[in-house]
């Protein structure tokens, strides 16, 4: 009886256990952390956490300073995302430091970094962990005479409207952002060594970092092009961050105060600041853009069942379901440039596949006459996307040994000549033997 | 018993005394065939029982490396049949290549093997394949004494034949490829080739279409068995070429060679791995010309026949014999410029030339049992067989004959090549003891003869005097030489001695140098003890539990076929070497920086890498030290 009861407690508990870690798989109810340099960002910047809880997130305001702080318990991880807005803290509170937050992204969570004017050394080599430089002279502003947020007073060219938009509709989202975006802060470079970061907001070409208050003595280190205002990386396990320069570009002053750009009579009742980082965020946070590969599917030309082993020369269909992530639920991916490779060592099958629409993927081909061990090979990489790469194992075998055609049709002759030479060695011997 | 005779022959009349002469004399053939059929018995069991020091003092199990690809495939056969077997196509070596096992092995070992292990299994003897596999080499190596005492008696006597037997069933120089344990080619290989060369030699001696016959499935088993067979294609037509040259030529040959040749060679036809070599690769070649200038000779000889002029035939033999060659020239040109015939492969090259391979193929060099052989390690594998050799030869040279001459020069050519290169002392050992066997058994006879006469002419002296004349020559003789008795006597128990170091040597070699498994290391520890270190298994059980079943391991090429085999993962290199260019890309990641490497890795899809490190235990022929 005891047993018994054991036996019901264990399953029961077992039961609520997979319940539980089943739904860390689900997408919703996700935590983050939001680090602050003084509470008073938490209404300042109201709309846009605002609109994070409204798509289902927790949000977990803490002083930055907080001695509180950590990002894990018993090496599991308490939150989904951090979002550090908390340009000038020195550092971090708790058990939180350098390490921790790149070990938090290492381990495929996201982060939003947003630093100003006043951004420390550590919110600094965070940035530049993640394979972007901030501009190192600290007093330093993206200035831009040229397209610059007009205004009542004439100022000092730092409140820029910026509209060089990176163009992808996985990060930005389908609506185009009409108005430009105000963004005041300090200016970026991307690391030449990280092939990752993408520029998503970029500088006109008459942009340029400097002290806003002192003279330009010699050039400025960072101009035109080179200027990146806001940036995001995608890391190999597709962890993402977004880098902004400017903290104001999120607060509630920016999201609501129309813009005119300088130069241009077109004038916005509101800025495209609101639209702008909600779409990032929505990017960020994998609401867009996160791609699932499921049931790789391949089997022999009229056949159902998955083969151990192909043989050379046999025609096989592949396919493959391809599914993104749209915030709620799993909707079919579309698009016409997903390829699979038939691979050993290099790819002797590249063949892009067609879709159903419904998110089917499939193409059929002829195994080449090369055997080894193969793989199917799916390596998809577009801007804005999760990677998709992955690969299964097939070996294709020669032909067995009855597998070849029994009788060949060109061999006929040499059938003859065997049989007429065995035939004659008979007729020989025997006129040989019994004719005298 | 002579004495339980001497009563009833004195005592019986005419009639009796026949019948029990014949008795007699039958007994004393049935005694000397009872002592003969015992020795046979007791070498055969001597040559089973000298190969299992490494069962007893390790396990029963399979040593080396080739081996456990042996092991693999037989246990492959066992369990899936012969038709499996011969398709079977392994994705699990050569990663991401693959290897047709079917056609690219030699069967024949593993067939035995799984012959031996179905009939004992039909006579419902419960044995684990593996010990089929550890006890196949012995098995062979005491059917090998039998057709080594069958040769001797053929090219000799039965005596030379009994200690052929007893030499070859202790000679280090084969034991070290045929212990319990080491499941190799070469075990039934040696056995193979003995058979084809004894059936071979029979049959140029009888002429007759059976023996030929029986040769040519001989061989077709050594083709099946072993690459070895290509020594048999080009010395059995080599000796042909000499007995042509030195007027040897018989029919008895022209049946033999013939019957050996054609039928041998459609049989090795049907082992995938050879397939067309017989008639497509320059290293099969000789055999075929021998095979057309035996039709010439026939054809002039009958020619010779039926022209009974000899200046007509000296004429015609001339413009023949130029036609022949130049027509055989052509072809042989022809065969190789349009790449018909293959050219000999660098193994080949590098057997003729020493020197080839360490300029051309580094691979082959590169193996160790490829070296050239050194002189201490001919004294090691055949002691006093070396200086028995040359006085074998010697007596082969004073009564030749179509059998000795083929032993002379099997011996001399398989001696050459063991000379370069250490693992064919293997081959040359089976000559090297029939040669000796004669030296022995020659010398022996003279001395015991000289003996026996001695002692029989002082019987009969003191016995009888009917045949006066002859024993006063006799004696005469005798009183010639004063202390020929004491010399012989001398002489004997010297050969005696030396027989027996050579026994003490072969047993001492077998036990220390021969029976380690190297799977399994034994050291002695500083206080003498014995430390076994039994890393190498642990290590393929290591993988075998705690790695994916797909994970591929990469390491040095020696140690692949170990790992398909005992821990059952795919490898990107192992022993075979049919593909030099994989062999060199995995020896370039070996050998160069991490980074590298890593590049290199990741294009061979590497989950794992293994690497023998041998600082701690100094265990000196790791990885660091290749």
């Known amino acids: ?436 | 018993m002579a004495a339980d005779l001497k009563p009833a022959w004195k005592s019986s009349d005419l009639m009796p005394f026949k019948y029990l002469k014949r008795k007699v004399k039958l007994k004393s053939k049935q005694q000397e065939l009872l002592i003969r059929v015992s020795i046979l018995f007791l070498v055969y069991v001597l040559a089973f029982i000298a190969r299992l020091f490494s069962v007893l003092r390790y396990e029963s199990m399979i040593h080396e490396f080739d081996p456990y690809f042996n092991y693999r495939t037989t246990l492959f056969l066992t369990q899936k049949g012969f038709y499996e077997f011969w398709n079977w196509f392994d994705s699990e070596s050569w990663y991401p290549l693959g290897r047709i096992i079917g056609g690219t092995l030699y069967p024949g070992l593993m067939v035995t093997a799984a012959l031996i292990y179905w009939t004992l299994r039909f006579f419902r003897f419960a044995v684990h394949i593996r010990e089929v596999c550890v006890l196949t080499a012995p098995f062979f190596a005491s059917n090998t004494t039998l057709v080594a005492y069958f040769f001797g008696k053929e090219i000799w006597d039965s005596g030379a034949g009994l200690v052929a037997a007893a030499l070859i069933a202790i000679c280090p120089g084969y034991i070290s490829r045929s212990v319990a344990g080491s499941y190799d080619n070469e075990g039934v290989a040696i056995f193979a080739l003995l058979l084809t060369f004894y059936l071979f030699v029979k049959a140029v001696n009888t002429g007759s279409l059976a023996w030929a016959l029986a040769s040519a499935f001989s061989y077709f088993y050594m083709v099946s068995a072993w690459g070895g067979y290509v020594f048999i294609i080009n010395l059995i037509p080599l000796y042909v070429l000499v007995l042509l040259i030195t007027g040897r030529y018989s029919l008895r040959l022209y049946v033999a060679y013939n019957c050996m040749y054609i039928l041998g060679m459609l049989l090795a036809m049907q082992i995938r791995f050879v397939g067309f070599q017989h008639v497509q690769s320059g290293e099969h070649m000789a055999a075929m010309g021998v095979f057309f200038l035996m039709q010439v000779f026939y054809f002039l000889d009958w020619v010779k026949h039926q022209l009974n002029d000899p200046k007509l035939f000296q004429a015609f033999l001339r413009i023949a014999v130029t036609c022949t060659v130049g027509v055989g020239a052509v072809a042989l040109g022809v065969g190789t410029a349009s790449g018909y015939i293959s050219p000999w492969t660098g193994r080949f090259y590098s057997l003729l030339d020493p020197t080839y391979a360490k300029d051309h193929i580094p691979i082959i060099a590169s193996v160790s049992e490829h070296q050239p052989t050194a002189w201490s390690s001919f004294m090691f594998d055949f002691h006093i067989l070396l200086l028995l050799f040359p006085a074998g030869l010697y007596f082969c040279f004073k009564r030749l004959s179509d059998a000795t001459i083929f032993i002379v020069m099997y011996g001399l050519t398989s001696m050459y090549f063991a000379g370069v290169m250490v693992r064919l002392i293997l081959v040359a050992t089976p000559a090297v003891c029939l040669i000796s066997a004669i030296a022995v058994s020659a010398t022996i006879k003279n001395l015991t003869l000289l003996l026996r006469t001695k002692n029989k002419v002082s019987q009969s002296g003191s016995t009888k005097a009917t045949s006066g004349a002859k024993a006063s020559s006799k004696a005469s003789l005798v009183q010639s030489q004063p202390f020929q008795g004491n010399v012989v006597i001398a002489l004997l128990v010297g050969a005696f001695y030396l027989l027996s170091r050579y026994a003490t040597h072969c047993t001492w070699v077998t036990s220390e140098a021969y029976s380690s498994p190297s799977i399994v290391l034994a050291a002695r520890g500083a206080h003498g003890n014995r430390v076994i270190f039994d890393d190498y298994r642990e290590a393929y059980f290591w993988l075998r539990q705690n790695t994916p079943s797909d994970a591929k391991v990469m390491s040095w090429w020696d140690y692949g076929y170990q790992i398909t085999a005992m821990g059952n993962r795919t490898v990107i290199v192992d022993n075979n070497t049919w593909n030099n260019t994989h062999i060199a890309t995995v020896g370039r990641a070996m050998s160069s920086y991490e980074d590298e490497a890593f590049e290199i890795m990741r294009s061979l899809d590497v989950d794992y890498v293994l690497v023998v490190f041998g600082g701690v235990t100094g265990y000196s022929s790791d990885d660091i030290n290749k």
């Open chain 1, 1 to 436: 009886m005891a047993k018994l009861a054991i036996a019901i407690f264990l399953a029961i508990s077992l039961v609520l256990f997979s319940r539980l870690s089943f739904s860390r798989e689900s997408l919703t109810g996700r935590r983050i952390l939001v680090l602050l340099d003084d509470l008073s960002i938490k209404s300042s910047h109201s709309i846009f956490f605002n609109s994070l809880r409204s798509r289902g997130f927790d949000l977990d305001f803490k002083l930055a300073e907080d001695k509180s702080l950590s990002l894990q318990r018993y090496s599991q991880y308490l939150y989904d995302g951090l979002v550090l807005f908390s340009p000038s803290v020195e550092r971090f509170g708790g058990a939180l430091d350098l390490g921790a937050v790149l070990d938090f992204v290492d381990s495929g969570h996201n982060l939003i970094i947003a630093a100003d004017s006043s951004a420390s050394d550590l919110i600094k080599s965070v940035a530049t962990e993640c394979g972007v430089d901030f501009d190192e002279d600290p007093s330093a502003m993206v200035i831009d005479h040229n397209s610059y947020a007009v205004s009542e007073t004439e100022g000092d060219h730092t409140l820029i409207a910026a509209d060089d938009f990176i163009e992808s509709d996985a990060i930005l989202g389908k609506n185009k952002i009409e108005a430009p975006i105000l963004f005041e802060g300090i200016g970026h470079s991307l690391n030449a060594g990280s092939s990752l970061v993408v520029k998503v907001l970029s500088a006109s070409p008459s942009a340029y970092s400097a002290n806003p208050s002192s003279k330009l003595s010699n050039p400025p280190s960072l101009t035109g092009p080179a200027l990146s205002l806001v940036s995001v990386v995608q890391a190999r396990n597709n962890a993402r961050i977004m880098i902004s320069g400017s903290l104001s570009m999120f607060s509630n002053r920016f999201f609501r105060s129309g813009v005119q750009k300088a130069g241009t009579s077109a004038k916005y009742k509101k800025s495209g600041n609101e639209q702008f980082v909600t779409e990032l965020s929505k990017w960020v946070f994998h609401e867009r853009g996160h791609l699932k590969a499921v049931n790789v599917r391949h089997q022999k030309v009229g056949e159902t069942d998955e083969p151990a082993v192909y043989r050379i020369k046999d025609d096989l269909d592949f396919s493959v379901e391809i599914y993104e992530w749209s915030g709620k639920s799993w909707e079919p991916y579309v698009a016409d440039d997903v390829q699979v490779q038939f691979y050993m060592m290099s790819p002797y099958v590249l063949n892009t596949l067609s879709t159903d629409q419904k998110g089917l993927y499939h193409t059929s081909f002829k195994v080449p006459d090369v055997y080894g061990v193969f793989q199917f090979k799916i390596e998809y990489h577009k801007l804005g996307y999760t990677s998709l790469s992955l690969s299964k194992q097939i070996p294709v075998r020669p032909f067995r040994h009855n597998e070849y055609e029994r009788f060949i049709t060109t061999a006929f002759p040499y059938y003859g000549a065997s049989f007429t030479t065995m035939a004659g060695f008979f007729i020989f011997s025997f006129i040989f033997l019994y004719h005298k």
